[in-house]
């Protein structure tokens, strides 16, 4: 089994910032791909970011440009920068973890893909 905690999330300022970071723990070896996804309230849970195990990137066409997906092997941690933050990224955010990639070098943006979350860490940015 694998843990996944993530922290950092809070109340921001629109256009301020906030670091996301989520530990894995547990059977945290083999090649995985890790993603950020979001939920706002009323919406469905939607993608964000995902990195594969070699640090191939991927991002949403909403958050391209303001948020860094990045993340330490050694430390079995993601991490998602967030800049320029914006009122309608307020949202539970949750990492996931794929242990089973195509490859080290794709990561998936499916959700059915991942096989472990976190509990998610709120983000709310206030206008």
């Known amino acids: 089994q694998v843990q996944l905690v993530e922290s950092g999330g809070g109340l921001v300022q629109a256009g301020g910032s906030l670091r996301l970071s989520c530990a894995a723990s547990?059977?945290?070896?083999?090649?995985?791909?890790m993603g950020w996804f979001r939920q706002a309230p009323g919406k469905e849970r939607e993608f964000a970011a995902a990195?594969?195990?070699?640090?191939?990137?991927y991002y949403a066409a909403s958050v391209k440009g303001r948020f860094t997906i990045s993340r330490d092997n050694a430390k079995n941690t993601v991490y998602l920068q967030m800049n320029s933050l914006k009122p309608e990224d307020t949202a539970v955010y949750s990492c996931?973890?794929?242990?089973?990639?195509?490859?080290?070098?794709?990561?998936?943006?499916?959700?059915?893909?991942?096989?472990?979350w976190g509990q998610g860490t709120q983000v709310t940015v206030s206008s």
């Open positions: 996931a973890a794929d242990f089973d990639p195509p490859s080290p070098v794709i990561a998936t943006i499916q959700q059915g893909d991942y096989d472990y």
């Open positions: 547990g059977r945290t070896f083999g090649t995985y791909a």
């Open positions: 990195i594969s195990w070699s640090g191939t990137r």
